[in-house]
């Protein structure tokens, strides 16, 4: 049986550049136990899976959508009768400023993956929005094997309690309609 | 004393505030302005001939902003703040905590030179697109601009429109207050940064996840020559005539002029009066009028007795309680219509010497830091939320809020104490 296993890497935040090698380690060959596209658990792992089935990852970048409002609408209200740049104009230009850099951060990772995850189709996705709702929505609509997030490392020793992730990666972890893995070196 | 109009007075201009604020109808903060100038006439509070007195008694403030706003407009038509922008984004190397230094520190130049509001709406947006070419989370970056614009407008009596109507009101020399000022400007830019680097110590990560080409970004060449010289010799001039306390309003006109023609020698000229601020002027005299309408009916007096009765003899109680009534009323009215309020209060008590400096130094400090509490203004900040929540576009708000309520008080005692050190003679 080789079917492809889709998955979803939500990039927000993410930093570390091994993720790639971590990721492949997760998912490809050897990889650790994730329940499958069927929905059944598989307890022995790689082991469960007979050959090494094509993997499929969607890359998704969020552009937050508050800073570009805050950058776009504060001039405007803040900054009383000034001559203010057209509203229309000004967001167009931010917009175009938050694809090329999504462009340029998808490519990185791009590129990670492929030399990782050599064969891997991998494919991009550019959300808009606030980025935890926009993870668990990306999930919900694309229902991967598995949702990857690689929450920004804190300093010093993680936290206990629910402060031990950020608050993305905790609303995440609690309202994705998919499972979580959460990879995370020490 | 309160006269019997006060009511009628207090009420035209809290209508006003409100109308400038909320903007509704499509009116703009100058109609708004102008409609309860109008208003003010109507009613009886200021004679058509006093308005006209008022609005010419102004004339020092208008002609500085007519310049002021075509001499931005000048400066951002030739590349100015691109280049600065791209000079940041070379010295911050791909480290997004340089980067936020770069940012903070070409702010404050830009609103020390060219006013807060230049500083915050030229500067955000090309800010936004560098910080988003770096693939960095723009926010700190978004609110160190509209921040650092504020912070250092206390730089120079010409870097915040408020110092401009403090100053002129007072009659209290420019040159006198740059000592106490810039140095109050350092304290406060220094601790914004230091607000900044805590509150955002988990967010800025050591790398930026791209690095762009170093050759990609505007570099000064793109800027004419000629403008840079005339950029050069503008800031020598303005610095000579507030030593000889000439007028700031025929300089900076003056100083527009030289630009304009420097544009128009090196082939660059566009709509020479594209930009300019003409709803700022109406606002402004529309203000003047309003704020005659406050005076004439008592209140201003009684404020000043409210707020400076106990402390007028103490210059340093003066500079501190100015500041902190002005930063309280540039977040219940906004910043121009609070200064114009404390300006007229402030002279009409009859200060000493001293007492007036210190109270224009706690004025400029109180008014140009107090509005940062929130992002876009107090008001206006729950307007923008739900306006926000209509357009279904969600945003944390909590996460803007949190930054103004520690940076605005952390600022406000930085710059006040450095003033009070130096600025109150003992």
């Known amino acids: 049986m080789s079917e492809t296993r889709r998955f979803l890497v939500a990039l927000a935040g993410t930093e570390d550049p091994a993720l790639a090698e971590l990721v492949a380690r997760a998912v490809g060959a050897g990889g650790v136990a994730i329940p499958g596209a069927d929905g059944v658990a598989s307890p022995g792992g790689a082991a469960a899976i007979p050959s090494t089935p094509a993997v499929e990852l969607t890359l998704l970048h969020v552009e937050e959508s508050g800073p570009r409002e805050l950058a776009a609408y504060q001039p405007a209200v803040r900054r009383g009768p000034w001559p203010l740049p057209k509203r229309a104009e000004l967001e167009h230009r931010l917009a175009d400023a938050d694809d090329e850099g999504a462009a340029a951060i998808l490519a990185i990772w791009h590129e990670r993956f492929e030399a990782a995850l050599p064969g891997a189709q991998i494919e991009h996705l550019v959300a808009c929005g606030l980025p935890e709702r926009e993870i668990v929505a990306a999930a919900a609509r694309l229902d991967p094997v598995a949702l990857i997030l690689s929450p920004r490392p804190r300093t010093g020793p993680t936290e206990p309690g629910p402060r031990s992730v950020g608050h993305v990666a905790r609303f995440v972890l609690d309202h994705s309609p998919v499972p979580v893995l959460l990879i995370r070196r020490g | ?426």
């Open chain 2, 1 to 426: 004393m309160l006269t019997p109009t006060a009511p009628l007075a207090v009420a035209i201009f809290l209508a006003t505030v409100a109308l400038v604020i909320a903007k509704p109808w499509r009116l703009t903060e100058a109609i708004a302005a102008l409609l309860g100038a109008g208003a003010m006439v109507v009613a009886g509070l200021v004679s058509p001939g006093a308005a006209a007195s008022d609005v010419y008694g102004h004339w020092n403030v208008l002609l500085f902003f007519l310049g002021l706003t075509g001499a931005a407009a000048v400066a951002e038509r030739s590349g100015l703040f691109d280049a600065l922008a791209g000079t940041s984004a070379k010295l911050s190397a791909g480290s997004p905590r340089r980067l936020l230094v770069a940012v903070v520190v070409a702010g404050a130049i830009v609103a020390a030179l060219l006013s807060n509001d230049a500083a915050a709406l030229v500067l955000t947006p090309v800010v936004y697109v560098l910080v988003a070419r770096f693939g960095l989370s723009p926010l700190p970056y978004v609110l160190a601009c509209t921040f650092v614009a504020d912070a250092a407008s206390i730089a120079l009596p010409v870097s915040n429109p408020v110092n401009v109507i403090v100053t002129d009101r007072l009659g209290v020399s420019a040159a006198s207050l740059v000592p106490v000022l810039l140095s109050a400007a350092v304290a406060s830019v220094v601790a914004l940064l230091g607000c900044l680097f805590v509150i955002y110590r988990r967010q800025l990560p050591a790398r930026a996840p791209v690095v762009p080409r170093s050759n990609s970004w505007a570099s000064w060449t793109a800027v004419p020559r000629r403008l840079l010289v005339a950029f050069g010799v503008s800031i020598v001039a303005f610095a000579v005539a507030s030593a000889a306390d000439l007028p700031l309003g025929p300089t900076m006109a003056a100083v527009w002029l030289l630009l304009l023609g420097a544009e128009w020698t090196s082939s660059h000229f566009g709509r020479p009066l594209e930009g300019v601020g003409w709803s700022l002027l109406v606002f402004v005299a529309s203000m003047s009028v309003l704020v005659d309408g406050l005076s004439s009916a008592g209140i201003t007096a009684w404020l000043a007795q409210q707020i400076l009765g106990q402390v007028r003899d103490s210059p340093a109680a003066v500079m501190v309680v100015t500041a902190f009534a002005s930063a309280v009323g540039a977040n219940l009215v906004n910043n121009l219509p609070a200064a114009f309020v404390f300006a007229d209060a402030v002279h009409g008590a009859g200060l000493s010497a001293a007492s007036a400096h210190a109270a224009a130094v706690g004025t400029i400090i109180g008014a140009d830091l107090g509005p940062n509490l929130t992002p876009v203004g107090s008001v206006a900040t729950l307007l923008w939320f739900v306006l926000l929540r209509q357009r279904g576009l969600e945003v944390s708000t909590w996460s803007y809020i949190r930054i103004g309520l520690i940076v605005t008080p952390v600022t406000i005692l930085a710059a006040l104490g450095v003033a009070l050190l130096i600025g109150v003679p003992r």
